[in-house]
């Protein structure tokens, strides 16, 4: 009896290591950014961002003249721990990477090509990216511009963000959100608000982004004390990644233009919290994905069998390749729905209604 109890408990272990194996080689991944305490500031930003290479762009890297590190660990005492601040003066720093480009400056870290794959955003990848800011009472933007944060676009056309926030000098000053969609597409301010809220308060951003030609996109940035909304945006058919692009990636610090330089000043901006995570299914728009995992069965054969539950919240579905290519739409939904002509393989399908809700999910078609 002992012996049987043993073999059977030895199963159970192997089982349940088996298990484990599985879940990690398939889940997701979240990478975490915060400050700790004052010193090796660059060297904790390199850790986490691409250890071994750079991710920190700032005058003191380039020029012997930028006086001593541009980032900096500080205690704030709202948030009650240490935070990172960045500084940038107006007559002392310039551009980092091209020392020719004396109209602008930047203090920015950023993920990039020598990141680990995971802080990449590749075509079909859901990715949450959220972080605390502070910009200071009386924060003096550029009328040209004042970047933020920015997600850029890697190889081909990626010569402009993607998306940009952006304060700028106005009558009041503005924080707009910036959407480029190519080189030759022009500008699109898809939101404008003012400034003024935003100034002397803890910020909590949280920008959702599904990597692909019809990708989906949103962001929300609020009050860290009480959570009311300052600016909210969300778009569910939007290209988020360009043809020729390998990978998306974020870019958080202060880039502004020196065109005016006499109405600007040294500014130092407080930064935490930093988080890039991907996830399985993105939810733009408050629906659950969860149970729309419930109602549809996955894998598909031949049909794909939709629940009253889907339809009821649904009017249409549109499916694509796993290149982002539109392959199918339908505006009539049924219960069944035939997608026997598609080959063995992943695809996406996005669901939504005309209150601008919409989900995107997985599918494997056997």
Do not use: C
Request: net charge neutral; no cysteine; proline share 5%.
């Amino acid at each position: 009896m002992y012996r049987k109890s043993f073999k059977n408990s030895r199963k159970l272990v192997l089982l349940l290591t088996s298990l484990l194996l599985i879940t990690s080689k398939f889940s997701y991944s979240q990478v975490i950014l915060n400050a700790n305490e004052p010193g090796n500031t660059y060297e904790l930003i390199t850790s986490v961002f691409a250890p071994g290479a750079n991710p920190i762009e700032a005058p003191d890297l380039y020029h012997p003249w930028a006086s001593g590190r541009h980032i900096a660990e500080v205690f704030d005492t709202e948030l009650n721990k240490y935070v990172f601040e960045f500084y940038s003066h107006a007559l002392l720093d310039n551009e980092p990477v091209d020392p020719t480009l004396t109209d602008r400056q930047r203090v920015e870290i950023k993920t990039y090509a020598a990141s680990p794959d995971n802080l990449k955003g590749t075509l079909g990848e859901n990715i949450i990216y959220k972080w605390k800011f502070k910009i200071p009472i009386g924060f003096q933007p550029s009328a040209n511009f004042t970047h933020l944060h920015q997600i850029k676009a890697v190889d081909g056309d990626d010569s402009s963000p993607i998306f940009t926030l952006t304060p700028r000098k106005g009558t009041p000053n503005k924080l707009e959100l910036i959407y480029v969609a190519s080189a030759s597409s022009g500008t699109d301010k898809v939101s404008i608000v003012n400034l003024l809220p935003f100034e002397g308060n803890w910020i909590d951003a949280e920008e959702k982004i599904n990597v692909g030609s019809s990708g989906t996109y949103s962001i929300t940035l609020k009050k860290h004390s009480d959570g009311t909304v300052l600016l909210s945006y969300s778009n569910s058919n939007i290209a988020t990644i360009r043809p020729d692009n390998t990978f998306i990636r974020p870019k958080w610090g202060i880039y502004r233009s020196l065109n005016d330089v006499a109405n600007l000043r040294d500014e130092a901006v407080r930064f935490s919290d930093f988080s890039i995570e991907e996830v399985s299914n993105l939810n733009v728009n408050s629906i659950s994905n969860d149970a729309i995992f419930a109602a549809l069965p996955n894998p598909i054969i031949d049909k794909l069998e939709l629940s009253d539950e889907i339809i009821n919240k649904f009017d249409n579905l549109r499916l694509f390749d796993i290149s982002g290519k539109l392959l199918f739409e339908n505006y009539n939904l049924m219960n069944e729905i035939d997608l026997s002509f598609l080959k063995s393989g992943l695809y996406f399908i996005r669901f939504s209604n005309n209150q601008n809700q919409s989900v995107r999910i997985k599918i494997i078609k056997k």
